[in-house]
């Protein structure tokens, strides 16, 4: 079946607009949503495994010859990081049950997340620039409905400032497309690659790939470009902050690598070093942040800021190592952060406060909740065996191959920050005299629990098993160093 | 033809960055517009616009017109539709429930710490 | 506060239908000339709120007992499933089939499947056009 690629994104869009009609009957969209991204993810595990064993999937629109029609390509990367989405969407969902509130559930709260998930996963598997903003246009307004739903006042007022930045960045968008298509004249993504490889990058395209960074960057939230990210995410509910914290930035940084190591691969030492000095920046700001703050979210939300500089690092050295190793803290940092975002909303919800000050003693009652915390805590550090360990190692190693020593030791070095700045929640909430008590339901609490509790094991069983991604892993990367892979893939299925 | 065209697109970024750089939240969104119009006349220009001729290529043709910024157009047209209407109601909620359409006033955060 | 707007009532009777047919053209024009969905779906909702200015919110409710939400629901169905049916008949998503009929009073007519995806965005654009008029309408 030659649609088959298409089938994990198309799943969730179906659904999406039956969940419209159903949006009074709470009981059932939850069970039809469960149900749906389930699906979803085996199918593009499916899709994922086909891709390792056959090679590039593509498939054109319309019937068009591949240049001319808007293409879908599933490679290693975007097959792995469409199953990660359903995977990380599935666990939401279940956890966003009992912690999103029922008013949002019937106003909506479950069709945006499928167009959400719809957009996110498009704009992973599409090989046409502009087609790739318009995933990012689904995704967009599908965030602008969940970081507004409920209409409290803190998130009407961020809100409006995540929109006013996501339009500008989506005009620039638009702005470096039309540059690009000036010069080109194609928006096939493979195209564009062998036309920029025929002119051999002048000025101009490096003048545009700038122009790409920034676009990204906005959304990625790398380092001058990040401002907007504290703010807008802190007014969000959990849930949808987790969703947010796991995808949306990782959509921009997925752009970032796709076109940094297509497009613009002639003019690498101009081009990759300014992803280079901004990675290492972005980090540097990221750790200020989450340590300056004492807002259980603000702390998690800054990490999302030094987890982007790290991928972006990797994918700056241009070797098989740094890339592979951003492609596994790429799939590591959307797990762990969904973790991560999880069990703060349950301490938010067991303490009644998102300030660590006024948290304390959480390990007598909660002494699970607290050892849990404790394993994704050391997983996002990249203490060895869990999971952030192997892609920082080969970012590292990637790094010193490239010849970057002492950006690589400054790397290291942060991860030593971002291990403190998790374990002040730790110290503060979980040790310590008792805090203030609110009252909590205790099936709920379960109801929450167990799906973290799954993803908290899922994200251990990433970094203990890492061993059998390794050849998922290796064929991924070795699309991003040669492009010409990709290219032939998408050109031969146009035949 | 060209130049002219670029000067447009550059006067209508220059108006969209003075709205947007304002207070009140109904100019920012004029300026949201008028971005995405200069965007949109951008793509039209950079797509050439020579040819009086129909959008059709084949054999011997020498003149013809790219049809591909016009569908270009067309799709970011109807984005921004979407995207202004939304935040258009935004506004006006955000009008109610906070009492004041002045960014400056929509500063800070309820649980800061 | 109600100011007498009999003229506009009035007019706007007739001007709805004008506009309404208007839009219908605009929709199969857009076949092979400059028209379609989008563009007729605005003018269909310019005609409603036409009538919402004239009378109120109530009223166009009553004439016009429409879900919008549900209407741009089921014009994505409609759109989405059209590009999706080639899915089934083994050619890539969107591919759209067309032929010529011949029909009573009008003759020779291409009939493409196209224009059931354009008549999907005419609903969406619609439905989307008039929720967001009631949001803001409704508090007044």
């Given at each position: 079946?030659?649609?088959?690629?298409?089938?994990?994104?198309l799943?969730?869009?179906?659904m999406?607009?039956?969940?419209?009609?159903?949006?009074?009957?709470?009981?059932?969209?939850?069970?039809?949503?469960?149900?749906?991204?389930?699906?979803?993810?085996?199918?593009?595990?499916?899709?994922?495994?086909?891709?390792?064993?056959?090679?590039?999937?593509?498939?054109?629109?319309?019937?068009?010859?591949?240049?001319?029609?808007?293409?879908?390509?599933?490679?290693?990367?975007?097959?792995?990081?469409?199953?990660?989405?359903?995977?990380?969407?599935?666990?939401?969902?279940?956890?966003?049950?009992?912690?999103?509130?029922?008013?949002?559930?019937?106003?909506?709260?479950?069709?945006?997340?499928?167009?959400?998930?719809?957009?996110?996963?498009?704009?992973?598997?599409?090989?046409?620039?502009?087609?790739?903003?318009?995933?990012?246009?689904?995704?967009?307004?599908?965030?602008?409905?969940?970081?507004?739903?409920?209409?409290?006042?803190?998130?009407?007022?961020?809100?409006?400032?995540?929109?006013?930045?996501?339009?500008?960045?989506?005009?620039?968008?638009?702005?470096?497309?039309?540059?690009?298509?000036?010069?080109?004249?194609?928006?096939?993504?493979?195209?564009?690659?062998?036309?920029?490889?025929?002119i051999?990058q002048?000025?101009?395209?490096?003048?545009i790939?700038?122009?790409?960074?920034?676009?990204?960057?906005?959304?990625?939230?790398?380092?001058?470009?990040?401002?907007?990210?504290?703010?807008?995410?802190?007014?969000?509910?959990?849930?949808?902050?987790?969703?947010f914290?796991?995808?949306?930035?990782?959509?921009?940084?997925?752009?970032?690598?796709?076109?940094?190591?297509?497009?613009?691969?002639?003019?690498?030492?101009?081009?990759?070093?300014?992803?280079?000095i901004?990675?290492?920046?972005?980090?540097?700001?990221?750790?200020?942040?989450?340590?300056?703050?004492?807002?259980?979210?603000?702390?998690?939300?800054?990490?999302?800021?030094?987890?982007?500089?790290?991928?972006?690092?990797?994918?700056?050295?241009?070797?098989?190592?740094?890339?592979?190793?951003?492609?596994?803290?790429?799939?590591?940092?959307?797990?762990?952060?969904?973790?991560?975002?999880?069990?703060?909303?349950?301490?938010?919800?067991?303490?009644?406060?998102?300030?660590?000050?006024?948290?304390?003693?959480?390990?007598?009652?909660?002494?699970?909740?607290?050892w849990?915390?404790?394993?994704?805590?050391?997983?996002?550090?990249?203490?060895?065996?869990?999971?952030?360990?192997?892609?920082?190692?080969?970012?590292?190693?990637?790094?010193?191959?490239?010849?970057?020593?002492?950006?690589?030791?400054?790397?290291?070095?942060?991860?030593?920050?971002?291990?403190?700045?998790?374990?002040?929640?730790?110290?503060?909430?979980?040790?310590?005299?008792?805090?203030?008590?609110?009252?909590?339901?205790?099936?709920?609490?379960?109801?929450?629990?167990?799906p973290?509790?799954?993803?908290?094991?899922?994200?251990?069983?990433?970094?203990?098993g890492?061993?059998?991604?390794?050849?998922?892993?290796?064929?991924?990367?070795?699309?991003?160093?040669?492009?010409?892979?990709?290219?032939?893939?998408?050109?031969?299925?146009?035949? | 033809?060209?130049?002219?065209m670029?000067?447009?697109?550059?006067?209508?970024?220059?108006a969209a960055?003075?709205?947007?750089?304002?207070?009140?939240?109904?100019?920012?969104?004029?300026?949201?517009?008028l971005?995405?119009?200069?965007?949109?006349?951008?793509?039209l220009?950079?797509?050439?616009?020579?040819?009086?001729?129909?959008?059709?290529?084949?054999?011997?043709?020498?003149?013809?017109?790219?049809?591909?910024?016009?569908?270009?157009?067309?799709?970011?047209?109807?984005?921004?539709?979407?995207?202004?209407?939304?935040f258009?109601?935004?506004?006006?909620?955000?009008?109610?429930?906070?009492?004041?359409?002045?960014?400056?006033?929509?500063?800070?955060?309820?649980?800061?710490? | 506060?109600?100011?007498?707007?009999?003229?506009?009532?009035?007019?706007?009777?007739?001007?709805?239908?004008?506009?309404?047919?208007?839009?219908?053209?605009?929709?199969?024009?857009?076949?092979?000339?400059?028209?379609?969905?989008?563009?007729?779906?605005?003018?269909?909702?310019?005609?409603?709120?036409?009538l919402?200015?004239?009378?109120?919110?109530?009223?166009?409710?009553?004439?016009?007992?429409?879900?919008?939400?549900?209407?741009?629901?089921?014009?994505?169905?409609l759109?989405?499933?059209?590009?999706?049916?080639?899915?089934?008949?083994?050619?890539?998503?969107?591919?759209?089939?067309?032929?010529?009929?011949?029909?009573?009073?009008?003759?020779?007519?291409?009939?493409?499947?196209?224009?059931?995806?354009?008549?999907?965005?005419?609903?969406?654009?619609?439905?989307?056009t008039?929720?967001?008029?009631?949001?803001?309408?409704?508090?007044e």
């Amino acid at each position: 079946m030659i649609n088959f690629l298409l089938i994990p994104i198309l799943i969730p869009f179906f659904m999406g607009m039956v969940l419209m009609f159903l949006h009074k009957k709470v009981r059932l969209q939850r069970i039809l949503s469960l149900l749906t991204l389930f699906c979803a993810a085996f199918m593009a595990l499916l899709v994922m495994v086909k891709v390792k064993n056959e090679g590039v999937q593509t498939i054109t629109f319309g019937n068009w010859p591949a240049p001319y029609g808007i293409t879908m390509v599933a490679d290693g990367m975007s097959s792995l990081l469409v199953f990660t989405t359903f995977v990380l969407g599935f666990f939401i969902a279940w956890y966003s049950f009992e912690s999103i509130g029922r008013e949002r559930e019937q106003f909506f709260y479950y069709p945006g997340l499928m167009f959400i998930l719809t957009g996110v996963t498009g704009a992973f598997t599409t090989g046409d620039i502009f087609n790739l903003f318009v995933f990012f246009e689904v995704l967009l307004m599908s965030s602008y409905l969940l970081i507004v739903l409920g209409g409290e006042k803190g998130q009407l007022r961020e809100s409006i400032k995540y929109i006013l930045v996501n339009v500008i960045s989506s005009a620039l968008f638009v702005i470096a497309v039309a540059y690009l298509y000036s010069v080109v004249g194609t928006l096939s993504m493979a195209d564009i690659s062998v036309k920029i490889a025929e002119i051999n990058q002048p000025g101009i395209i490096t003048t545009i790939a700038v122009l790409f960074l920034l676009v990204f960057g906005l959304k990625a939230a790398i380092f001058p470009l990040y401002f907007w990210l504290p703010s807008s995410y802190g007014a969000a509910p959990i849930p949808v902050l987790a969703l947010f914290g796991a995808l949306l930035t990782k959509v921009g940084v997925y752009a970032i690598m796709r076109t940094y190591t297509l497009f613009f691969v002639h003019d690498v030492s101009y081009t990759h070093e300014i992803l280079l000095i901004l990675a290492v920046l972005t980090i540097l700001a990221g750790c200020i942040g989450a340590l300056a703050t004492f807002n259980v979210k603000q702390i998690i939300i800054y990490n999302i800021v030094i987890a982007v500089g790290v991928i972006l690092f990797g994918t700056a050295q241009m070797n098989e190592t740094g890339l592979e190793g951003a492609l596994f803290y790429l799939v590591h940092d959307m797990i762990i952060k969904a973790v991560l975002f999880m069990l703060v909303g349950l301490v938010i919800y067991v303490t009644g406060t998102s300030n660590l000050r006024k948290m304390g003693g959480l390990m007598k009652t909660y002494p699970v909740l607290g050892w849990f915390y404790l394993i994704a805590a050391f997983g996002l550090a990249g203490i060895p065996p869990l999971s952030g360990f192997i892609g920082k190692l080969l970012i590292v190693q990637g790094g010193f191959e490239a010849g970057n020593i002492w950006s690589s030791i400054f790397l290291l070095a942060s991860s030593l920050i971002v291990l403190l700045s998790v374990i002040r929640i730790f110290i503060y909430a979980f040790w310590g005299e008792e805090g203030e008590r609110v009252t909590v339901e205790k099936h709920r609490y379960n109801r929450m629990f167990f799906p973290t509790a799954i993803l908290v094991i899922i994200s251990v069983a990433y970094g203990v098993g890492s061993e059998w991604l390794v050849p998922f892993m290796d064929n991924a990367a070795k699309i991003l160093v040669d492009p010409s892979i990709y290219v032939d893939a998408v050109m031969k299925g146009g035949e | 033809m060209e130049i002219v065209m670029a000067f447009v697109c550059g006067f209508l970024f220059m108006a969209a960055i003075y709205l947007i750089l304002s207070r009140s939240l109904l100019r920012i969104i004029i300026g949201t517009g008028l971005l995405s119009h200069g965007a949109h006349l951008l793509i039209l220009t950079m797509g050439g616009l020579g040819g009086e001729s129909p959008p059709v290529l084949g054999e011997g043709v020498t003149d013809y017109a790219d049809p591909l910024p016009q569908a270009l157009i067309l799709t970011a047209i109807v984005i921004s539709f979407g995207v202004t209407a939304f935040f258009l109601v935004l506004a006006y909620r955000a009008y109610q429930e906070l009492g004041t359409d002045d960014t400056t006033k929509m500063k800070g955060s309820d649980e800061d710490d | 506060m109600r100011t007498n707007n009999l003229i506009l009532q009035f007019t706007s009777k007739f001007v709805f239908f004008i506009i309404f047919f208007f839009a219908v053209h605009i929709f199969f024009a857009g076949h092979y000339t400059p028209g379609g969905g989008f563009v007729g779906g605005l003018l269909m909702s310019s005609a409603i709120v036409l009538l919402v200015i004239a009378y109120d919110l109530k009223t166009v409710q009553m004439i016009l007992p429409v879900n919008y939400m549900y209407m741009t629901a089921a014009g994505l169905i409609l759109a989405v499933g059209t590009a999706a049916f080639p899915m089934f008949k083994g050619k890539p998503f969107f591919t759209h089939f067309f032929d010529y009929f011949h029909l009573p009073l009008i003759g020779k007519t291409s009939l493409h499947t196209a224009a059931l995806f354009d008549l999907g965005v005419f609903l969406v654009v619609v439905g989307v056009t008039m929720t967001i008029i009631q949001t803001i309408g409704e508090d007044e």
